[in-house]
C-alpha cells in the first residue's frame, strides 16, 4: 500500500483487545500518517454508567434493545464527533472516520478526491452497507474510471465504516444520538429527511475485512445477508426510478 500525504484528518476507532485486526489496524496507519486512534468503547471491560437504562430505553424507543458493543459504539462514535466540533476550522472541512475492520480498497484515489468529492456534502459515504449502496442515477456523476459520487438512495445508506463529515453533521448527530434508540451506523434513522445532505462514491473505496464481528454474533450476520440481498433488489430499481 502506497504512503500518501492526505489533506484531511483521520479517526479510526480500534482496541488493544482486538487482536485480530492489528494487521488492519496497521495498515491504515501506514496509509494514513497522523491517524488519530480512539479506544473503542467496550462495555465488559469499561464500565458504562446507566448501561441498564440505556439498554431499556432503547427497546422502548425501537423495539428492541440494543447490544452492549452496539451501545459501546455510539459511545466512541460520539467522542469522535465531540473532538471534531472541536477541530474544525470551517463548515466545509471533513473528517474521514474509520473503524479496526476497515478496509482501504483505493487510498490514492481516496486522497486525491477527498476534499472536490465532499465539497457539497456535509456527510460522504467512501463505504456503506457492504458494498450495497445505490446512487440516485439523475444524480450521479463520474468521479474516476468506474467510480461514480452523488446523492444516495436514503434506503441504501448503512454502516460506519468509511464515512466523513463535517461539523454541521457532528452537530446533529450528537444532538440526535443523545436519545439513543438504534445502532451508530443505522444514521437514516436518527436524522430527518433533508436534514444533512449526504454523498456517497460507488464502488465504495472503503469497505470491509472479513473479519468477525466484535458486535453481531455470526448467525445475526447470515440472516442479515440474506435480507440485505432482499432490499438490494429493491433498492435498484428505486435508484433508476430518481
Avoid at 485480530?20 to 495498515?27: A, D, F, S, T, Y
Avoid at 473532538?83 to 480498497?105: G, R, V, Y
Avoid at 484515489?109 to 476534499?115: D, G, K, V, Y
Amino acid at each position: 500500500m502506497t504512503n500518501i500525504r492526505q489533506p484531511f484528518s483521520v479517526y479510526l476507532i480500534s482496541s488493544v483487545h482486538e487482536h485480530l485486526r492489528k494487521q488492519h489496524v496497521e495498515q491504515v496507519l501506514h496509509a494514513f500518517p497522523g491517524t488519530k486512534q480512539v479506544e473503542a468503547i467496550y462495555p465488559s471491560r469499561t464500565r458504562v454508567p446507566f448501561l441498564a437504562q440505556l439498554k431499556e430505553r432503547s427497546k422502548l424507543r425501537s423495539g428492541r434493545s440494543l447490544r452492549d458493543g452496539e451501545i459501546g459504539i455510539i459511545l466512541t462514535s460520539r467522542n469522535i464527533w465531540r473532538d471534531i466540533l472541536k477541530k474544525a476550522k470551517s463548515d466545509e472541512e471533513h473528517f474521514l472516520i474509520l473503524e479496526s475492520d476497515s478496509k482501504l480498497n483505493n487510498a490514492a484515489m481516496l486522497e486525491a478526491h477527498f476534499c472536490s468529492a465532499t465539497r457539497e456534502y456535509d456527510m460522504f459515504f467512501w463505504g456503506a452497507w457492504c458494498g450495497h449502496l445505490r446512487l440516485l442515477r439523475s444524480k450521479r456523476s463520474r468521479l474516476q474510471d468506474r467510480h461514480f459520487v452523488g446523492e444516495p438512495l436514503v434506503n441504501s445508506v448503512v454502516g460506519g465504516y468509511g464515512y466523513s463529515i463535517n461539523r454541521k453533521a457532528a452537530s446533529c448527530l450528537l444532538k440526535a444520538t443523545s436519545r439513543i434508540a438504534h445502532p451508530a451506523d443505522e444514521f437514516k434513522k436518527y436524522l430527518k429527511a433533508g436534514q444533512l445532505k449526504w454523498g456517497a462514491v460507488v464502488p465504495e473505496l472503503i469497505s470491509v475485512h472479513d473479519v468477525p464481528s466484535t458486535i453481531r454474533p455470526n448467525a445475526v450476520a447470515l440472516k442479515e445477508k440474506i435480507w440485505i440481498f432482499t432490499l438490494d433488489i429493491r433498492n435498484f430499481f428505486l435508484s433508476l426510478l430518481n
